[in-house]
């Protein structure tokens, strides 16, 4: 067993006895605590001491992985890849002797769909369960299903930041609520709605008004208070807006999204020194990680989330207002280290009428890629899987269509050898289908390089000529998107020509 040296004095500390004795002695809870509290780095921890074998911290997000992982090493001591290590999409840092493993969820659940038994695996943490990710999703009714059918032994504990927690437990047979309350720090808020009323969000696009309040919202914050700035922004298209709007401020401007390289993404996440800093972010930010010396947020109360066009059959993604408990979960961020402020730029008024939760991505994304997950575990329609919500008919019909197509499932929905290969490429069906028919015709190496290109939107540069982007990243004109692209061609190249590629290599 783990042994633990002093933690941190955080929220959830005191309650860690209470928390490990409930999945010892029942096997199964719900945590709801909010931002801040220590659930994310110090549960794992704590079972670790406690639970044999490998404790798997499932996370929504890459860059929440990495940072969870190496927040737990250093309170050992160690570095990443001892005792505590991670899994991400193209990147494994463990060892023999690793006991907490942090993942993504889509990793968790390539590995479930390998290996459903889970060897070696005493525990299994799914943060960030409020999210209503497609993969969380999966990754709860499949650990549920394993722990039902062959794995009774198998601890699981589902967190969430937000009170919404009796669905969950629901879902999980009636496993008790665990609550830690109270917040680090109080965050005081400030309301800076624009001048003049804006145009609501349409498909992707952003009033540029908005932005422009943005930008004037965060000058007045750097003039009104002390340390760093962090500001919500829905994609990179608006945080490079907002950017070139505080040109000549008395600060360090830095990005922090998931389209960034790790190196860079970790830097924002370690302390700075010398100048303040404002960290334009997409909602990478919004839990599970802590940026350093933040004070402040400025949030533009925008989410881009993934929708289906019914009439194409295909995913898109499309900008939304945020719900109340996604803007407080970001207010959370200013008061994690201290009393701080948030600016939020809408009114107290449209406050009320936002959405109390953000929708769950089953309710209105494209579930090609679920249903076909779905169809990989031997349950074409979900029937019998614990899912928190049942996927709308229309949608999972337009999926199976979909899937019949590409022949990764048959008339019956039953997966295919076809199916199974395609679900392992780590990419949507439609383009695992055009990296693999398309490798016997331009060869690996380029079709992973079309693909790699097609499945990430912001690496065109908003050119419409997909052979010019395609030159200009070979060439390299742009000097911040090869380096991502190049990782994720070698990863495709990789999974073109595997037959049972790693966790590694599943979706982010």
């Known amino acids: 067993m783990l042994t633990l040296p002093e933690l941190p004095d955080l929220p959830v500390r005191p309650a860690l006895p209470r928390i490990v004795d409930a999945l010892v002695d029942g096997g199964a809870a719900v945590l709801v605590a909010p931002p801040g509290s220590g659930k994310t780095t110090l549960v794992p921890l704590a079972l670790a001491a406690r639970i044999e074998g490998r404790i798997v911290v499932a996370e929504p997000r890459r860059v929440a992985a990495r940072a969870a992982a190496s927040r737990m090493a250093s309170l050992l001591g160690e570095r990443v890849g001892g005792t505590v290590g991670y899994t991400v999409r193209g990147e ?55 722990r039902a059918a062959l794995r009774e032994d198998l601890a699981l504990l589902a967190t969430s930041a937000t009170a919404a927690s009796e669905q969950l437990a629901a879902v999980l047979g009636g496993a ?36 422009d309040q943005v930008a004037v919202v965060v000058r007045r914050a750097l003039a009104e208070t002390s340390g760093d700035v962090l500001v919500f922004l829905p994609g990179v298209f608006e945080i490079t807006a907002v950017a070139r709007r505080l040109a000549g401020v008395d600060a ?56 289906l066009d019914q009439g194409r059959g295909l995913g898109a993604l499309v900008t939304v207002p945020v719900s109340r408990a996604t803007a407080t979960q970001r207010a959370g961020r200013a008061g994690r280290e201290a009393p701080g402020t948030v600016y939020r730029c809408w009114s107290e008024t449209d406050h009320t009428r936002l959405p109390g939760f953000p929708e769950p991505e089953i309710a209105a994304a494209d579930l090609t890629a679920f249903a076909l997950d779905l169809a990989c575990w031997g349950t074409p329609t979900g029937a019998g899987l614990a ?81 010019a982007a395609w030159r200009g990243l070979r060439d390299g004109a742009d000097p911040g998107a090869p380096a991502r692209w190049r990782t994720e061609v070698r990863r495709l190249t990789a999974a073109a020509g595997a037959t049972g590629p790693d966790g590694a290599t599943g979706p982010d």
């Open 252 to 307: 360090r401007v830095v990005q922090l999204h998931g389209r960034l390289p790790a190196r860079e993404q970790d830097a924002v996440l370690r302390p700075a020194e010398g100048q303040r800093r404002v960290v334009l972010a997409t909602a990478v930010a919004e839990s599970s990680l802590t940026v350093p010396g933040v004070r402040v947020v400025v949030d533009a109360g925008l989410a881009r989330v993934p929708r």
């Open 387 to 467: 899912l928190p919500d049942a996927p709308p008919v229309a949608a999972m019909d337009v999926a199976r269509a979909t899937l019949r197509a590409l022949g990764a499932i048959d008339d019956d929905g039953r997966v295919t050898p076809r199916g199974r290969t395609l679900a392992r490429t780590g990419v949507h069906p439609r383009l695992a289908r055009a990296l693999l028919d398309g490798g016997g015709l331009v060869g690996a190496q380029r079709a992973a390089e079309v693909v790699a290109l097609l499945a990430d939107d912001t690496l065109a540069g908003g050119r419409g000529d997909l052979v």
């Open 92 to 146: 494994r840092r463990v060892g023999a002797g690793t006991r907490v493993e942090v993942v993504t969820t889509g990793v968790l659940v390539r590995r479930l769909q390998r290996d459903a038994e889970l060897p070696g695996v005493g525990a299994v943490i799914l943060d960030e369960c409020h999210e209503r990710h497609l993969d969380s999703d999966l990754a709860l009714a499949f650990a549920l299903d394993s």
């Open 176 to 211: 008790p609520v665990l609550e830690v309350s109270g917040s680090p720090h109080p965050v005081r808020t400030v309301w800076c709605p624009p001048p003049t009323p804006v145009t609501p969000p349409h498909g992707g696009r952003v009033d540029p008004r908005l932005l």
